[in-house]
């Protein structure tokens, strides 16, 4: 009878002493068989080259040269083994642009560009609605623009100031006799194509240390004293 004994691994049939040869024979040419069909299963070196190419080819796909490598991935991230969690905890300490409140100070430009949405500094909304401009008879007569600070100093002559042309509601124009002369030499403020107070007629202002506000309501009414 046959003795039939096999490889540990792949369960080959090997020839054992006791066995006749012929039936040997056929075991090792059954286990020859076997081990070329094991060897036709195998990958090429060839292969194994071209699927590696393939796979590191997929995996880095459109990625520039600069960040095709884990090494160069890392340097991006700082060698930073917690940068998705450093980066959400500094996302947290930033400002919402919806709003909320600040811990501390910021720095906002000196001169804001006028008519745009630019924040300004405390001094500077401080400054432009608390300078005052001084005109005199030499600089008669004086166009104003809107919403000024005007010191008037009718001493050496008469002084006529025009206003605004296209004022925006709320615009407004502040005159104080600055030398407390419009007694002596007056102030006419001229209209503009603009209302005064509803009517359509130039102001002559002869009070002395007069001090008032023009505010623009509409067309219909015009410059109104505040």
């Known amino acids: 009878m046959t003795t039939d004994t096999r490889t540990a691994n792949?369960?080959?049939?090997?020839?054992?002493?006791?066995?006749?040869?012929?039936?040997?024979?056929?075991?090792?040419?059954?286990?020859?068989?076997?081990?070329?069909?094991?060897?036709?299963?195998f990958v090429s070196s060839?292969?194994?080259?071209?699927?590696?190419?393939?796979?590191?080819?997929?995996?880095?796909?459109?990625?520039?040269?600069?960040?095709?490598t884990l090494?160069?991935?890392?340097?991006a991230?700082?060698?930073?083994?917690?940068?998705?969690?450093?980066?959400?905890?500094?996302?947290?300490?930033?400002f919402d642009k919806t709003g909320g409140a600040l811990t501390g100070q910021i720095t906002l430009p000196n001169a804001p560009t006028a008519g745009s949405n630019q924040a300004a500094t405390a001094l500077y909304v401080e400054q432009s609605h608390t300078?005052?401009?001084?005109?005199?008879?030499?600089?008669?007569?004086?166009?104003?623009?809107?919403n000024v600070r005007l010191l008037v100093d009718t001493t050496a002559g008469a002084v006529e100031l025009t206003l605004p042309a296209a004022p925006a509601l709320g615009d407004y124009v502040e005159?104080?006799?600055?030398?407390?002369?419009?007694?002596?030499?007056?102030?006419?403020?001229?209209?503009?194509?603009?209302?005064?107070?509803?009517?359509?007629?130039?102001?002559?202002?002869?009070?002395?240390?007069?001090?008032f506000e023009l505010v623009y309501v509409n067309a219909t009414f015009g410059w109104r004293i505040n």
Request: glycine share 4%.
């Open 10 to 41: 792949r369960n080959y049939p090997l020839p054992y002493p006791s066995n006749l040869l012929a039936a040997d024979v056929v075991r090792l040419r059954d286990a020859l068989n076997a081990i070329d069909a094991d060897m036709g299963n």
């Open 46 to 68: 060839a292969d194994v080259t071209t699927q590696v190419n393939a796979a590191v080819a997929s995996l880095v796909a459109s990625a520039p040269d600069a960040l095709n």
């Open 71 to 75: 090494e160069e991935l890392s340097s």
């Open 77 to 94: 991230l700082s060698d930073d083994e917690n940068f998705a969690t450093n980066v959400t905890a500094s996302i947290a300490t930033k």
């Open 131 to 146: 300078s005052w401009t001084t005109v005199d008879n030499a600089a008669s007569p004086y166009a104003s623009a809107s």
């Open 175 to 211: 005159i104080i006799d600055a030398a407390g002369k419009f007694d002596v030499n007056y102030l006419c403020v001229k209209r503009n194509g603009n209302k005064i107070m509803g009517l359509a007629e130039d102001m002559d202002v002869t009070t002395i240390n007069a001090s």
